[in-house]
């Protein structure tokens, strides 16, 4: 699943979505082979490779990818647009979470008890993803390692005064 919200326009978002699978097909089978190819003569248990490992590193790849491709057409054409992105993959009854921007995943879980005849229900929620602010001290470092500024501005912290969110 994958939820992609563009900003200052639909492009981005647009792109992403087109492209998520083809990129995420071919890192999966590229980190599947390379991994093959690196433990060939080795005797190599399940623990050592997991699907998990290679998927979340072909989703990685994937993003980075996307984000590559999307900002050299956006540079081409003069489009001023961009995405967030939320990424859920279930995986050996496990969720791989890879999120961009300030979009958020919940886990969202009912338990339900019984006591003295009646049953009640409780909703709770926990947060999966962390969302990416320049107010972050590692956001900040990120920023300027790359020649940007954080400004605050109204009490938030800003990228290059134009954007609340890195």
């Known amino acids: ?47 050592e490779i997991t699907h998990l490992e290679i998927l979340k590193e072909a989703l ?10 999307f900002s050299q057409e956006a540079f081409e054409k003069r489009i001023f647009s961009g ?26 879980t009912k338990k339900i008890q019984s006591g003295q005849g009646n049953l009640t229900a409780s909703l709770s929620a926990t947060e999966l993803t ?4 320049p107010g972050r001290d590692d956001e900040r470092a990120r920023i300027e390692a790359v020649g940007g500024i954080v400004a605050t501005l109204w009490g938030k912290p800003w990228v290059n005064a134009e954007l609340p969110m890195s």
């Open 1 to 47: 699943m994958a939820v992609f919200d563009g900003h200052i326009g639909e492009e981005a978002s647009e792109m992403a979505s087109k492209l998520l699978l083809d990129y995420f097909y071919v890192h999966a089978l590229f980190n599947t082979s390379e991994l093959m190819e690196q433990y060939e003569w080795l005797p190599v248990t399940e623990d």
């Open 60 to 69: 990685l790849r994937t993003i980075c990818d996307i984000d590559f491709k």
């Open 83 to 108: 995405s967030t992105a939320t990424v859920a993959l279930l995986v050996d009854g496990k969720i791989l979470i890879v999120n961009v921007g300030d979009s958020k995943a919940l886990l969202c």
């Open 130 to 133: 962390e969302d990416h602010s």
